[in-house]
Structure formats: C-alpha cells, structure tokens
C-alpha cells in the first residue's frame, strides 16, 4: 500500500515538472520513444526468425538414426516447439519416463512425452508404455502421453496404448513428423476435441468400438469389470438392560434376589468374611 502510495506521488511530481519544463520533456520523450521502438522491432525480428527456423525444422530418418539418445531427445522438443507447443527438455537418469514436458496452449493440456532411440531389432515392450502411463500424472501432472521411437512397438504395448488413451508414433509416423514437417495432430490423427483419445497407429482404433484400420483389431465395447454391489444398511442392536435374577432354578426351586440359600445366609451373618465361618467368639463363649 505504501509502495502504491509513493509511486503515485512521485509520478504527480514527474508530470508536474514536465509539464512546468516542456521544452526539456519533449526531447527526453522523443529519444525514450525511440528506444522503445528499437527494442521492440528487434524482439519481433528475432521472433519472426525463430518461427521461420522451426518452421523450417527437418530431419531425415538418417540424421535421427546417427543421433545420440540425447540428441534425439533434444530434437523431440524443437519439433514439439514447431508446432507450437512450450516444451522443455527434462529428460535425465531418475526422470521417471518424462523426457520432454510441455505445455499446449490449443487443448489447454500438459504433454508428457517419452523418446525411445532403439535400433532396427530393439521394440517398445508394453513394460515401457506402461511406465509412461503411470507416471505421466502423479509426476508431471500431465493429461496427454506420447511415446516416440526410431522402431516400432510390439503388440502389447500398442494394446496397452489403446486401452489406456496414450499416444504412440512408430518409424513410419516420426518420417512423417520430422522428415515431411507434418503437425503433430495430423500424425497423431487427433483434434482439440477428441485430445486423449488411444494412439492413431495402424491398427489402434480411434476410440473404443470404433472399427479398426486394416491389420488391427476391433477394441472391445468394454472392459470387465466387477458387478456393482448394494450396501448393506448397518444394523445396531438394542441395548439389554441387565435385570435382578428373581427367577427360578432349573429344579423348579424358588431362587432369591440375593442367589443365597438359607444355610449359608445364615453363616454369614456372623463371618467377618461371608463365607459361611461360624463366630469364633462365640465358639469360644459356648465351650
């Protein structure tokens, strides 16, 4: 409030004595104006070249082979950053399946994106899909995954991937991707409004019991799941009030309130411990 305060005041002052001492403002205003001018004209110039250099942005399947598994990485999040997703590069040992994370401003989500760098005879296992799919939010809070690799997948880890909403794309979609300058979306075959749905890969269907594309398989309407089960009201039972025993024994013989019988009623009477010992004294004074 005090900083709100002091800034007002000292812009009155500034205004004040600008408008006492015009003919030193005006030259201070033109040369600031011109300043600012070079500035932004030069922001603007640097961003129109960074845009035609993304735009610009080809690698052959050759050059990605060559590439090491951090080049390849790094090359992930500049295509991701053409197509005008804010990716950054957080891929390292320990990093939980996350090796570019980033944010798109069109479906309003969080990408988290796995690079796989195998050669010709290595595939991604469903092992490794379904880390992605474990820690895409817990971790990085991200909606969308994607898993990109210079192979191929095998079987259960492109069912794995239509099963869970998870995007993949083989060798066949990064020439696409990067070799061609394809967006994003149109190899992943997904649009804002269908963002999370299952992989587009050859033979993934684009949503559950959709028909699916020659050389896949049809994804089931459903999953199995357990019937749903009713609730049991909770039952309480009543309190039983504990009554005075005044009834009759199994002999059919009338019982007390005090559950003694004659005899030992008697004995107590004159035992220190109730326990039916006859009086010494009196012993004593009858011998």
């Known amino acids: 409030m005090l900083g709100c305060a002091a800034v007002f ?3 009155r002052l500034v205004l ?3 408008v006492a001492h015009w003919y030193f403002a005006v030259p201070v205003l033109a040369v600031l104006w011109f300043l600012a001018d070079r500035w932004f004209r030069g922001r603007w110039r640097a961003e129109q070249e960074r845009r035609e250099r993304f735009a610009a942005l080809r690698w052959t399947i050759g050059q990605l082979d060559a590439m090491t598994w951090l ?3 790094v090359a992930v999040r500049d295509l991701m950053r053409r197509d005008g997703i804010a990716a950054e590069h957080v891929g390292k040992p320990g990093d939980f399946s996350g090796d570019v994370v980033g944010a798109d401003p069109v479906l309003g989500k969080t990408w988290m994106v796995q690079a796989k760098h195998y050669g010709a005879k290595s595939k991604v296992r469903s092992e ?6 474990g820690a895409a939010w817990p971790v990085y809070r991200a ?9 191929t997948y095998t079987r259960q880890a492109r069912d794995f991937a239509g099963l869970s909403g998870m995007h993949l794309i083989d060798r066949n979609g ?6 061609r300058g394809v967006h994003l979306y149109d190899v992943l075959g997904i649009t804002p409004q269908a963002a999370g749905r299952p992989a587009s890969l050859p033979g993934a269907p684009a949503r559950p019991g959709a028909p699916a594309r020659p050389g896949g398989r049809r994804a089931p309407e459903s999953l199995p799941c357990a ?3 009713k609730r049991m009201p909770s039952y309480r039972a009543p309190r039983m009030r504990r009554a005075r025993s005044t009834g009759t024994r199994r ?4 019982r007390p309130a005090d559950g003694l019988t004659p005899s030992v009623r008697a004995g107590a009477s004159g035992s220190r411990r109730g326990r039916g010992w006859p009086d010494v004294r009196a012993v004593g004074e009858s011998a």
């Open 227 to 229: 019937p749903e089960q």
């Open 9 to 11: 005041l000292a812009g």
């Open 251 to 254: 002999g059919g013989r009338a």
């Open 16 to 18: 004040r004595e600008a």
């Open 128 to 133: 490794d899909v379904q880390k992605v799919a």
């Open 71 to 73: 080049e390849f990485e």
């Open 174 to 179: 990064l020439i696409d991707w990067a070799a």
């Open 143 to 151: 909606q969308l995954t994607l898993v990109v690799t210079t192979n």
